[in-house]
């Protein structure tokens, strides 16, 4: 069976208590980016989401990940934190413009994150979605959005997230509410229910369930048992499919992704 490419990660790579659990002891810090990006698949670069960089920056980090590494990048907290986002236009074109395309083709979908207060207004949402550009730079830009409010959970957010090409992240989250519905040709998923006592993050049970799901997304199916808005089956085609491990704590996130990578690549069960 014909399956997209499954990109698996954490937020970040600088973290101090990483050091000694993830980081070998030693390790110094200008090097953490280089070895991260050889146990893991993607990041997600969390940074962006605060401050601008220069385009050497994005270059820097294109040239220390090894071919087949993929960075996401979190959109600017300026663009997304307002009260009426159809105003963003000069901030998200400000965003794309700092030199995110040096990253090349280890340049993944640009996750624009909103805050849990945040509630959905039509008119307004849809206005931002067509502030987001196809292309910077002569590169495809990928866009997916994370919203946190109940009042997104209405088919119409679905139909012009779908309409525009732009992915609903699913968050496996104990403070949000989920929404799974499949709108672009490519998945986000952020895995926020981890926690620092459990070795792996998640419960070791689980993860049979993330790895039969990611296939399953990876395949362009609709995996069962996770929360739609619609019954909509979007057309089956191989999608990216992009997990990140992100909980509060964040200390075991990186045992997990490895965790997670290592069953990903056993032979799947028929």
């Known amino acids: 069976m014909t399956s997209g490419s499954i990109r698996i990660g954490i937020g970040g790579w600088t973290f101090e208590p990483w050091r000694g659990t993830f980081y070998p002891q030693g390790l110094t810090q200008k090097r953490e980016l280089e070895f991260a990006s050889r146990q893991l698949t993607a990041i997600e670069i969390n940074g962006t989401y605060y401050s601008t960089f220069k385009p050497a920056t994005f270059a820097g980090w294109a040239a220390t990940a090894p071919e087949g590494f993929v960075y996401t990048v979190k959109g600017s907290r300026f663009c997304t934190n307002r009260k009426v986002l159809a105003e963003a236009g000069e901030s998200v074109v400000r965003f794309v413009g700092q030199g995110i395309t040096e990253l090349g083709d280890k340049l993944g979908p640009i996750l624009w994150q909103f805050m849990a207060t945040k509630k959905f207004d039509a008119q307004d949402f849809a206005a931002f979605l067509a502030l987001l550009p196809r292309t910077q730079d002569g590169v495809p830009l990928r866009h997916a959005v994370q919203v946190r409010h109940d ?79 619609t019954a909509d089956t979007p057309p089956a085609r191989p999608r990216e499919t992009f997990l990140f491990f992100i909980h509060g704590g964040k200390v075991r996130a990186p045992a997990a992704a490895q965790e997670l990578i290592r069953r990903l690549a056993e032979p799947q069960p028929f």
Do not use: K
């Not at 997104?152 to 012009?160: I, K, R, S």
């Open 151 to 229: 009042s997104f959970h209405v088919p119409e957010f679905v139909a012009m997230c779908r309409e525009a090409g732009v992915a609903i992240v699913y968050a496996d989250s104990p403070q949000y509410p989920a929404l799974a519905d499949i709108t672009a040709d490519f998945v986000y998923a952020r895995l926020e229910a981890g926690e620092d006592a459990n070795p792996l993050c998640y419960p070791e049970a689980d993860f049979p369930r993330w790895r039969a799901t990611a296939h399953s997304w990876a395949q362009g199916e609709r995996p069962e048992g996770l929360p739609y808005v």
